[in-house]
């Protein structure tokens, strides 16, 4: 017995009752490894998981600007906003400049993972070019907004 195609789907739920999914379907050789080859289709399929758990950059710019507005913040103002977290104004900005830099690592790994699983999706052949008309509108047709 030969495998010669090879088919694996993964199915990602997004919340609020959306989801994606990704199915890659592979041809096998004669001369190459099935086990390879599914390894390989794993590996792209987990590198597409949609970025659910990662914040994007508008909410990194406002956990950004939430500690720079704890470091000038009154006295007054820090314990109505803030009197509920255990520790020092000092130790809890720095466990949010922490928990910050935890967060802005995580995003980028997981774009470069997005990225690199995209690259070898497009390595497999066949790829081209998709275009969505609603994403690259060309304004210079008289029209202001």
């Known amino acids: 017995m030969k495998v010669s195609r090879i088919t694996v789907g993964r199915l990602y ?16 050789k004669d001369d190459e490894s099935a086990a390879v080859a599914i390894l390989g289709i794993e590996r792209i399929l987990a590198g597409l998981a949609p970025l659910r758990f990662v914040k994007d950059k508008s909410q990194l710019d406002r956990l950004a600007s939430e500690i720079e507005e704890m470091q000038k ?5 820090w314990e109505r906003r803030y009197g509920h977290c255990v520790g020092t104004p000092t130790e809890i900005i720095a466990r949010y400049k922490a928990d910050f830099e935890k967060e802005k690592s995580k995003t980028a790994d997981a774009v470069v993972r997005a990225q690199t699983a995209r690259k070898l999706f497009d390595d497999l052949g066949g790829a081209s070019q ?5 994403m690259d509108w060309d304004w210079d047709q008289g029209g202001d907004l």
């Not at 919340?15 to 096998?28: I, P, W």
């Not at 913040?73 to 103002?77: H, I, K, L, R, S």
């Not at 998709?130 to 609603?134: L, Y």
């Open 130 to 134: 998709w275009k969505d008309a609603k």
């Open 13 to 28: 739920n997004l919340g609020n009752y959306e989801h994606v999914r990704y199915e890659l379907t592979v041809d096998v």
């Open 73 to 77: 913040m009154p006295a007054v103002e």
